[in-house]
């Protein structure tokens, strides 16, 4: 039997390691690709700016709250629970084009601001992003302009990650809140569409 010389073996475990790296390594269920395989071009910059209308009290209010804060947290409403779908449109006028929808719920998660945790897909309904979406989570003190992680999307918005920069711009307590929405997304897009 002929033996392999020691210096040739760490050319042949190079060679071989190498080889998983151009094929992708393999498993029951998972397998690494390289992006190409995807057809990813460019990773490209958007900037999106429009408002996010929120009617809180009426006929047909667009959040609910499903879990209410302890009496006993009344000034910061810690532990409430708020479902929406709320309208995203181009203008902070009642009355300008529907361009989306933000989705989700948000939680009061600070005992001592008036701070959420949010959880919240915008899904898009107009010209190229129709049908695309975005995921916003992260911390939101309702107060001040915040800064929110956008942490992945869909559609044109494929492997977005980026941040969105949100202030109130009118709100009216318990009847409806405007928000100011500029988010700054780095995506791939879908090639057939943008």
Do not use: C
Request: aromatic share 12%.
């Amino acid at each position: 039997m002929t033996q392999i010389h020691p210096k040739h073996m760490y050319i042949i475990l190079a060679i071989f390691l190498f080889s998983l790296f151009i094929e992708g390594e393999s498993n029951e269920f998972a397998t690494s690709l390289p992006p190409k395989s995807l057809h990813l071009k460019n990773e490209k910059l958007t900037h999106l700016h429009f408002y996010w209308h929120e009617i809180i009290n009426g006929d047909h209010p667009t959040k609910v709250t499903v879990v209410k804060a302890p009496p006993s947290n009344t000034t910061n409403f810690f532990g409430a629970i708020t479902v929406l779908d709320d309208a995203l449109r181009v203008g902070p006028e009642e009355n300008s084009t529907i361009v989306g929808r933000a989705q989700g719920m948000y939680a009061a998660s600070d005992n001592t601001t008036y701070s959420i945790s949010m959880d919240l897909s915008l899904k898009f309904t107009e010209g190229i992003y129709n049908g695309s979406t975005l995921s916003i989570m992260g911390r939101n003190q309702i107060s001040l302009p915040m800064e929110v992680p956008i942490v992945g999307g869909t559609g044109v918005f494929r492997f977005a990650r980026g941040y969105t920069h949100i202030k109130t711009y009118k709100h009216v307590p318990e009847v409806f809140a405007i928000i100011d929405m500029n988010l700054y997304v780095y995506h791939y897009g879908d090639s057939e569409k943008y």
